[in-house]
Nanobody, 125 residues
């Protein structure tokens, strides 16, 4: 059974940083497309970032709202994905979800096959 477990969420002041982790188990996602989505209170879930490939070649995608502030990465050996979030803003407040695909997608992740339970990020002003 595939499981994605997020960690690293919390409360941070505007301008601060957090690093989210997503640990996968049940199968290997060494090159498969994985990504992050978020859902703010009262809003629909939205794409944040995704990554495909392994350490020798990766492709990454970001939502315009987080470009230049967030960095996605992965440790294929540990089957773990990360999201480094810098210069956080109150509008980044949301539950962040890890997602994974059974394939190596040519573009950003759109319709994941697996989802984590989410980790809450709160950015105070």
């Amino acid at each position: 059974q595939v499981q994605l477990v997020e960690s690293g969420g919390g409360l941070v002041q505007a301008g601060g940083s957090l690093r989210l982790s997503c640990a996968a188990s049940g199968r290997t996602f060494s090159r498969n497309t994985m990504g992050w989505f978020r859902q703010a209170p009262g809003k629909e879930r939205e794409f944040v970032s995704s990554i495909s490939g392994s350490s020798w070649y990766t492709s990454t995608y970001y939502a315009d709202s987080v470009k230049g502030r967030f960095t996605i990465s992965r440790d294929s050996a540990k089957n773990t994905m990360f999201l480094q979030m810098n210069s956080l803003k109150p509008e980044d407040t949301a539950v962040y979800y890890c997602a994974a695909s059974n394939r190596v997608l040519p573009g950003r992740i759109e319709d994941p096959d697996y989802w984590g339970q989410g980790t809450r990020v709160t950015v105070s002003s």
